[in-house]
RNA sequence: GGCCCCUUCGUCUAGUGGCCUAGGACACCGGCUUUUCAUGCCGGCAACACGGGUUCGAGUCCCGUAGGGGUCACCA
């Protein structure tokens, strides 16, 4: 096995955006596939019916994209109009007979059986068992139920659904990360490998998907340990390979707690500001993939010196499953934040143009509808932005038209009104001199507004704050000759004016 | 509760018996730069969960305790 190249997947359900945990598992597995020169392969695992929310794949695919983590085969793979692999097709719900043909395989060959309990029965046997305080293990019926049996329960209108037989032998799961994990016979039950609906369960397709697709590295979180021993039981019934398995430790929030979807709506109930949790949610947030990808992959994972802040391409180069770590990591939003700003700062200019035009449009801002030139002077006048909401929280103002601007009354207060008005006063001496300004440029504001300070014994800052809160209605913009300039003479001298009036109405 | 996994600064981690007076990053604290915000620069605080072993020597190996996590579905 260790001849073959190495090919990997990342098997998501189509259940919605793309979790964080859930990118984490795909860049991992991305990233051994790169290391090795293998092959990284999408499924889709998408046979519980009643759990499939529309549209999630195109969300997948596009958050997937947008981290940039391509994949050789699985849906839409390659160029336009790909065939995407040749061992698809990559969506579990298309491959319902080979699911069916493996269980009968198994049933022929005495490695499963029907069973006839109805979820209710089993909820029941479950809660008795739970009653009497004792470990519930599915009993397996002695006899099985005969052919007759079980098409006797099904013209009744009972389902069955199809159990695969334990050895009763310990199995001993070999991880890459953990090392040897061995579970005990008596803790392995017979599960359902069919379901009643005739569709396979996780295990089944999944054992058997990793087979046929010729997967020789699972990578997944570490919720899947305690599947794995049912999962190798099936392989050798199966006469399938055991693949190389490792578990990963699984993301946190920082209080202990899942970072689960529902950590959104808690927060708006309770009026917050919701955290990121998917995938989309970050990118909707103005943060760049670079940044959040470097990030995640050092949740459980170091590159074994001092260095952090690494590209992709260094990070597949240096990856290695020997130096993931074992323990659960707490997803630090500070940090992520200080990266965010780093790589903001370090991108090629074109690149960082592109990604803010991305969240300009993400979220449907105004602004989306500048022209590139402009885009790319306001990012360069914020320089220093943690992530592109601070970009246009600083400068969106400067795009708005004159009655949209909202002043804030602790800046008007503390700005403006204060010590008798004085604010007011500077913007009144300082409107005649800014009218007379021929050539609006940032050289020439600034000259003009140096001029006026000296001669008034201003500092900046007296000059600088008002005019800002004039403009903006806030205390926060780009330095200030640069947002005369980027306002432009006309709306900084209508705004000024509009200041003024709203002043002396007090 | 049974079974399984894990345990170095608040957080992510380096560390694979002596190089550790335990390193880095984020956060935090203090200072500097500064026309606002944010950057940037300098400095500081801060950890081997506990208890036994093994060893000349343990953060590094073993056992136990405590704590945390995962899992016990006709979901994946």
Redesign the pocket.
Known sequence: MDTQVCRVRF???P?GYLHIGGARTALFNWLLARKMGGVFVLRI????R??HVADSLAKILADMRWLGLDWDEGPEAGAAGGTGGSFGPYA?SERLAIYQEHVARLIEAGHAYH?????????AM?DAARQQ?I????PRPDPLPTTAEVQAARDAG????V?FKMPGEDIT?V?D????????A??L?D??I????G?????L??VADDALMEITHVLR???????TPKHIALQRALGFDTPHYA?L??I?N?N???MSKRDKEKALKRGEVPPEIDVHDFRAAGYLPEALLN?IS????????????ITLQETADRFAL??????????????????N??WS?RVEPVRLLAGFVDYLRVNDLPMASLAEPMLQRVLQL?????TFA?VV??VGFAFADDADIVYQEKAVRKVLEKNDGAGYGVLRALLPRLESIESWTADAI?SELKAFCDAGGL???N???P??VALSG??????????LDLVGRERTLSRIKQTMMQGSEQ
Request: aromatic share 10%; hydrophobic share 30%; net charge negative.
């Open positions: 098997a998501p359900s259940t695992e998408d046979t519980d009643s759990r579990q069973a006839l309990e109805t979820p209710e029965e089993l909820t479950r305080k470990d519930f293990r599915y009972r389902s069955a659904v159990r799961v991880d990360i953990l090392g040897e994990v061995t579970l005990a008596d803790q039950e599960f359902v069919q379901k009643g609906d569709w396979p369960t996780y295990h397709a999944c979180g570490q919720e899947h340990l305690m599947n578990h430790p699984i946190f920082m202990g707690s899942k990030f050092l949740l459980g994972w170091s590159t074994g010196d001092d260095e952090e802040q020997k130096a993931i770590g074992k323990g659960n990591a707490k997803f630090d939003r500070d940090k992520l934040i200080s990266f700003t780093d700062a914020c320089q220093g932005f943690r601070d929280a600083k600034e500092k900046l800052g000059v600088a704050q005019l800002r806030g205390t926060v913009s780009p330095a200030i000759y640069d947002t």
